[in-house]
């Protein structure tokens, strides 16, 4: 190995951190919880969208009269504002759902091993199964005080609890990589 390999190594060792951890279902919970209620795609989503429309709503019905199965404009609006809301909240319950079916998918495969790189991730569950994705993959993180999250939308998270970092620095690392890479929310 001449110098320029040598030094091409090592640079790498510093851009490259790795986690262990076994998934758990309050990491996916927080992830959720997080996702919703702490950034901007989450709130516009699922709290800000619903209380808009419902507003929308409830103004239009205020300046046009409105008569539904011989009801009157005020019971047409509260049924159209409740609709509204009950239907985000479902849409909520959904993706409570869904997350936690990825944290049983995910728990299936064991231990996890994640390695992070300059070119992006991969993933080895010791149930087996290799993932490898560029970090077009996951386009937005997030952080939380224990965990790291990855997505893309609500549809897919890669929740990467700290407390598996292999070592301190690997912290640093991730957080570097991610804000090279990723776009935070």
Known sequence: MDMDQAGRAAADTLRTARFEYAPAAADYD????RYTRGTRPGIVGSQLLPFVL???????????RIELWGLGTDAVVISVVAGVVALFWVRQRVRRSRMRRQYE??????????????????TTGTAGRDEHFD??????????????????????FLV????????????????AL???HLRRI
């Open 30 to 33: 927080e992830a959720l919880r």
């Open 160 to 175: 990467l609890p700290k407390r598996g970092a292999a070592a301190p620095a690997d912290l640093d690392r991730a957080r």
């Open 105 to 122: 998918a995910d728990a299936a495969r064991g231990t996890w091993t994640t390695t992070l790189t300059g070119d992006g991730l991969a």
């Open 135 to 156: 970090w077009s993959g996951y386009p937005w993180w997030f952080e939380t005080s224990e965990l790291f999250v990855l997505t893309g939308s609500l549809e897919h």
């Open 54 to 64: 419902a507003a929308v709503l409830a103004a239009a019905a205020a300046f046009v």
């Open 178 to 180: 991610f804000t090279e």
